[in-house]
């Protein structure tokens, strides 16, 4: 297994990154903006810093799995930060161990760059965030409306 940022990605790489993530969470809001998507993953989350990307490739440089790392997430919350997030493993890898080595190497690149708190909120996988060491601290409205579960690991 091998772990890329977003930065050293090929554009075709990155350019799938993208249609996955898009073409799966449009479903969930369907106000999302391709143009967006697009400007996040090519320009933000291209860093060597907060913000920043990864992706988890397999032996035969498919790729496997992605996340990002950002200093803002939810509007509502400006005072939490340094955040886990967009985090998705293909179907077909789930349940094979891979989303935890993605996590785990993440938190080690945050670890370098000084920081020892994450947080994360979800809908969808609380378990798998429990499972991995995170620490469930309260309800939190997203940004689209309803409500996640928000969760902190130190690192």
């Not at 440089?61 to 992605?66: A, H, Q, R």
């Not at 340094?82 to 890898?93: G, K």
């Not at 609380?126 to 997203?142: M, R, S, T």
Request: contains cysteine; aromatic residues 18%.
């Amino acid at each position: 297994m091998e772990i890329k940022r977003f930065s050293k990605l090929s554009k075709e790489e990155l350019n799938f990154i993208i249609d996955i993530h898009f073409n799966h969470w449009v479903k969930y809001n369907p106000k999302m903006i391709k143009d967006n998507t697009i400007y996040k993953f090519s320009q933000l989350y291209t860093k060597n810093q907060l913000p920043f990307g990864i992706a988890l490739l397999d032996e035969n440089k498919n790729i496997v799995g992605f996340c990002v790392f950002k200093i803002e997430n939810l509007k509502k919350y400006p005072e939490i930060y340094h955040w886990l997030s967009d985090v998705m493993i293909l179907e077909q890898y789930r349940g094979k161990g891979y989303g935890k080595l993605l996590l785990y190497y993440g938190e080690r690149i945050l670890k370098d760059l000084g920081y020892d708190t994450i947080y994360v909120w979800t809908d969808q996988a609380p378990d798998f965030y429990k499972k991995l060491g995170f620490i469930y601290k309260q309800e939190v409205e997203k940004n689209e409306g309803g409500y996640g579960k928000l969760f902190y690991k130190k690192i």
